[in-house]
Structure formats: C-alpha cells, structure tokens
C-alpha cells in the first residue's frame, strides 16, 4: 500500500519559548508548522496489526559498532502501540519505522537510566507533540542512587523549568496552558518479589528489583490480552525475583550481553547463557528471545544456544532490530 497524501494539522502545539530572541522564536514556530504539515505514517505496520506482539525497536547494547539500535521495546495489542520499554538511542528512529504512534501509548517503563536504555526518550516525547496527544503519559523506572537519577528526577531534569536540558518543552511536566499533556514519572519501589505497578481497564504491569551492579534496575512483566509478556532488562540473574516474575511467561525477553565464562565487572552486571536458561526453564517460560546482543556475543550464537538448551527445552530466537515476536 502506498503512503498517505501529507495533510496539515489544524493545530500546532504551544511552545513555551525561553529565548527572548526573534531569530530562536522563528525558527520554532516554523519547525512546529513544518512538522504539522508533514507527511501523513506509511501504511499500518504488520507486527501485531492482529493479536498480542513484541517489537524489538534496538536489539543491541551501547556499541556503534554492532549497528543495531539500543535497547528498546514496543509491545503491540490489534495494530495499537500499547507499551514501550526502555529507550536507548536509535530506538526512536525504530519506532518511527514501525509506523507506531506515541498518541496510541498507555504506559512508558524504564529498566533502569543506562544511556543505551534512556537516551532517545526526549525524542520520542517530542514526536508525541506532532501527533496531538490528549492524555496523561505515564512513566515509570527506579528509584535513583549515587549513580543514577530517580525517575522522577531524569524527567525533570529533562523538561523542567528553569534547569531542565529541555525546558522550553516544561509545559509536559508543570501547570500550564492549554494544548499539552502531562507526562506522569513514578519511582518504582520494587523488592524481590513482583509488585502490581500499573494497572488500566485490560492490562496489568509487574515489576521486581534486579541486581545490575550498583545500578537501580527493573525486571518487568506486562499482562495483557491474557498473555505474560517478561523483559529481564540488564541484570546478572542473582535472586528469585526474575525467576518469580516470569512464571509461566508466553514470552520471555533476556539480555545476552556476555558469553558463557565471562568474569569480572561484566559478569557483575549481566547474566551469561547457563543463568538465562536456568531462569528460563525455572519459570517455565514458553519462548525466549535473546536481545541486548552486544560484539561479545555476537557469533557465539552457536555456543550461547548450546549453553540454554542445557537447561531449557522451549523455543529460542536471537533477536534483531525490528523483529517481530507473537505472543502466541
């Protein structure tokens, strides 16, 4: 099917303009008409235009390298972008790719604020301004530490004014005129066990504290369509919690970001194949997919599959950008 004719959009966002200069004034107001004006999304995409689905938006870690995007991913429900996780940088691109919609999201989750987990996040808000979003964006992710901001405070530090990287965007994040959405971040306070963190008319998000070295992260189950959906995020695979949380999964999400053997500082912040598939076959998960695929992993496939399948029976599919996964 051929894309749509460009039609114009009656309306064009309010920018709050922090700049008292006319040139940085104009070139806004021209970038919000250009972009109202653009050209209408291709065509429906096909993942998950019927049923319950898993789109890999970034398959990949924080290398160039590898060229694959960074982590991210979008879970689709009848041809509706329902859920994105993470958001690591060329993710948006991705999503555009798709032919999703930020309008359409219910809920955004963060595993934790790695920059090839969360830097492609302004952007993909940006974009929603485009599309005339009217509702409330939920946001939710850890708690912060030394190391690492809250939930709260990256977005805030993001859009809030008058310190935010982006406070000419404040209107998402504070009381103001009419023509914005608010964005909604929460800090998570997860445990070892799955705790119910969001729930609307048919869906139902989980999440457990994982340990990713010193780092506030996430393990995430999302429940919907009757379906278990389990993204591991960045962890080394110590305790229950995962295990717990992925209990029966229809599908289960891991990242395979070192080999087997690997040691030290890498091995304290990812899980290798033998605790993937303990985790896995535990849990009774009915499919596996393998993604944070960094350059120590990749072409070992061979290896990494042989080391799962010494535990676990099921289904197991390395994923790549824009992959697309059925929850079947």
Known sequence: MPPSRPRCSSTTRRFKLKSSSPVLQALLVFASLSLACAASPVAAQSCGSTGLAVQVLGSGGPEMQDRRASTSYLIWQNGSARVVVDAG?????RFGETGARMSQVDVFLFSHFHI?????????VFSSWFEDRNRPLPVYGPEGNKFMPSTTEFVSDLFSDPHGAWRYLSDLVEPSAEGSYKLQPH???AGSTPVLVFRNADMAVYAVRVIHGAFPALAWRVEIGGKRIVF???TNGEGEGLTELAMNADLFVAHNAVPEGATGVERRLHMPPSVIGTIAANAHVRQ????HRMLRTLGKETETQAEIRRRYSGPITFANDLDCFPAK
């Open 232 to 234: 591991s995020g960045d």
């Open 116 to 124: 090839d987990h969360s830097s492609d996040f302004p952007a993909l």
């Open 187 to 189: 800090n998570v306070e």
């Open 89 to 93: 940088g060329g993710s948006a691109l």
């Open 288 to 291: 596996l997919v393998l993604s």
